[in-house]
Nanobody
């Protein structure tokens, strides 16, 4: 499966953005999906994932971000509200087989990655 992330941009603190991750090649319905992010000089970190059995979210999200999927459109979304300067990063979508038993909060657990989309939050 090929993933294409989009929707990043420059936004003021307190604002909102919606990221999209469009898949091609295979149906997203057979994959668990996630969003990670990587700030300059930092490691890639887990943001949220939507799996066959539910949604997992990093503590720092604090109900500000919502992941969703539209299997008919083969697309996963990340709605980000109340953005903070600390949210500035390149955001990546990722996919892994829904049958995976790996630790989903680690980047190595995910097999397919989009190219990333830059989110810049100005304070």
């Amino acid at each position: 499966v090929q993933l294409q992330a989009s929707g990043g941009g420059l936004v003021q603190a307190g604002g909102s953005l919606r990221l999209s991750c469009a898949a091609s090649g295979r149906s997203l319905s057979i994959y668990d999906m996630a969003w990670f992010r990587q700030a300059p000089g930092k490691e890639r970190e887990f943001v949220t994932a939507i799996r066959w059995n539910g949604i997992s979210t990093a503590d720092f999200v604090k109900d500000r971000f919502t992941i969703s999927r539209d299997n008919a459109k083969n697309t996963v979304y990340l709605q980000m509200n109340s953005l903070e300067s600390e949210d500035t990063a390149v955001y990546y979508c990722a996919a892994v087989s829904r049958w995976s038993t790996r630790n989903i909060t680690t980047a190595s657990a995910w097999d397919y990655w989009g190219q990333g989309t830059l989110v810049t939050v100005s304070s």
